[in-house]
């Protein structure tokens, strides 16, 4: 298993993990934290396929980050052991509802846009 750039490389059927920080300047310690109503959704794709219908899904919300606020995305064996070995990408997205003063604004924010996911067999 390897990832440079983001570039994740593992083997069929492994299991893989990975911290997950959503970078925020405007934040106390300089990341976003999920709040109560945010969802944050991972998706492993066909290089031409939509995000909303990927291969692999796997939702994300506050109950599932340590007392910190981290949060550890993983793929299990399950998740990768049926994919033909090749090239898959990945991609991650926030869903949040935003105080805007006077209402609540509900916004989607891709954390990570698009990235080679490669599975060896």
């Known amino acids: 298993m390897a990832a440079l ?10 299991t893989f993990s990975f911290d997950l920080t959503i970078n925020d300047c405007s934040a106390p310690e300089g990341r976003y ?3 109560d109503d945010d969802v944050l959704y991972f998706g492993l794709m066909d290089p031409h396929q939509l ?17 910190a606020g981290n949060l550890v995305i993983t ?4 998740d990768t052991i ?5 090239v898959y990408y990945y ?5 949040k509802l935003t105080d805007n003063e006077e209402e609540y604004v509900d916004e989607v924010i891709t954390v990570i846009n698009k990235t080679k996911f490669i599975i060896n067999d």
């Open 5 to 14: 750039n983001n570039i994740v490389v593992i083997n069929r059927g492994d």
């Open 75 to 78: 793929l299990k064996p399950e």
């Open 82 to 86: 049926d994919l033909c070995p090749g």
């Open 91 to 95: 991609a991650v997205k926030l869903h």
């Open 51 to 67: 995000f909303e219908h990927a291969l692999v899904k796997k939702r994300y919300t506050k109950d599932d980050t340590d007392d």
């Open 33 to 35: 934290i999920l709040k």
